[in-house]
């Protein structure tokens, strides 16, 4: 029991120690790469697949029973669903967005 703790806390810190490894090197990516990329506003580019991926995240954190592959498949649903309904109230509407992504449809 104890070496089966050892080992989870063990996978469990390793895994905080990539996240935050990540997390450092996006952050010192981001400085250069907006000096570069000033005139494209990419905080109105991410914030959406940001909003989606936290409820993705939300559902994954959560502990369940199922298995990891069923679980992978409602995490993508959910992101897709997350996504498209952020997407809908930034437009201001199903209708808003449908104007919006029909010149992008039509060619």
Known sequence: MREALDR??????AAVALLLTRTADCLQHFI???RLLSGIPLASIVWKPLIA???MAAYLAAPSGRPSILSGL????IY???LLAVA???SGGLRQLKDKLR???SE
Request: hydrophobic letters at 60%; glycine letters at 4%; charged letters at 10%.
């Open 74 to 77: 409602s995490a993508t649903l």
């Open 103 to 105: 010149p992008l449809l």
């Open 88 to 90: 809908i109230w930034a």
């Open 32 to 34: 250069p790469v907006s």
């Open 8 to 13: 989870r806390t063990l996978l469990r810190g």
């Open 80 to 82: 897709a669903v997350a």
């Open 53 to 55: 991926a936290a409820c």
